[in-house]
């Protein structure tokens, strides 16, 4: 299958990508792993796209658009993958129809995780994370720590990213309905969109994902 997976941000889709990658047997293709990928390995387009980030501006679309092809062009992803933060907007939606078409394909599906928005705001603005290592994570609400603002594992401090702010988040929000939103309509219109909810437990979202999916149909969320 060749899936587009599409939600807001703290909706969980890289979560949800690694387990439906691999109950498909499928790459998964996350815009942040082309990026870590194309710029250690000093590739053309990874030098491009570091000069633009060095000076804190956008990566141009035909950037992030050549490194998704050179990824799509791999033998591993000859029979599907999943796409998570590409297409970001809908002009690389069209680049990537224009792609596939090139090669002859097609997506299958396009699966969109629903987050009522105050719930998102939750999630993130709830995450505090160890300063001693990062893979420590706890929240406020979902799995406080034993002691409050100390870390279980290695009793370290607890702090809340920046980027984890709700007004951090709030803006992330913005951006998501403002640029990323529009491509689901822009892929309604070709009938590939099945939404799910992804609230409840991650095993319970994969579940709901993969049933969709067999059945072209996401109306339960």
């Not at 790459?27 to 491009?48: V, W």
């Not at 796409?83 to 690389?92: C, H, I, T, W, Y």
């Not at 928005?117 to 034993?146: Q, W």
Request: with cysteine; proline share 4%.
């Amino acid at each position: 299958m060749r899936i587009v997976l599409v939600g807001p941000p703290g909706a969980g889709k890289g979560t949800q990508a690694a387990f439906l990658a691999k109950n498909l047997s499928i790459p998964h293709i996350s815009t942040g792993d082309l990026f870590r990928a194309n710029i250690s390995k000093q590739t053309e387009l990874g030098k491009l796209a570091k000069s633009y980030m060095d000076a804190g501006n956008l990566v141009p679309d035909e950037v992030t658009i050549g490194m998704a092809k050179d990824r799509m062009e791999q033998a591993d992803a000859a029979g599907g993958f999943l796409l998570d933060g590409f297409p970001r907007n809908v002009s690389q939606a069209e680049a990537l129809d224009e792609m596939l078409k090139t090669e002859g394909m097609k997506l299958d599906a396009v699966l969109d995780l629903e987050v009522p928005e105050e719930e998102v705001v939750k999630r993130i603005a709830g995450r505090r994370i160890c300063r001693n290592d990062s893979a420590h994570v706890f929240h406020v609400s979902y799995k406080k720590p034993k002691t409050e603002g100390v870390c279980d594992a290695c009793g370290g401090e607890l702090y809340q990213r920046d980027d984890d702010s709700e007004e951090t988040v709030r803006t992330r929000l913005e951006v998501y309905h403002t640029q990323t939103e529009p491509i689901i309509d822009y892929y309604k219109a070709q009938g590939l969109v099945v939404t799910i909810s992804a609230l409840g437990k991650v095993e319970e979202v994969t579940g709901r994902a993969m049933d969709a999916l067999r059945s072209g149909d996401g109306s339960e969320g």
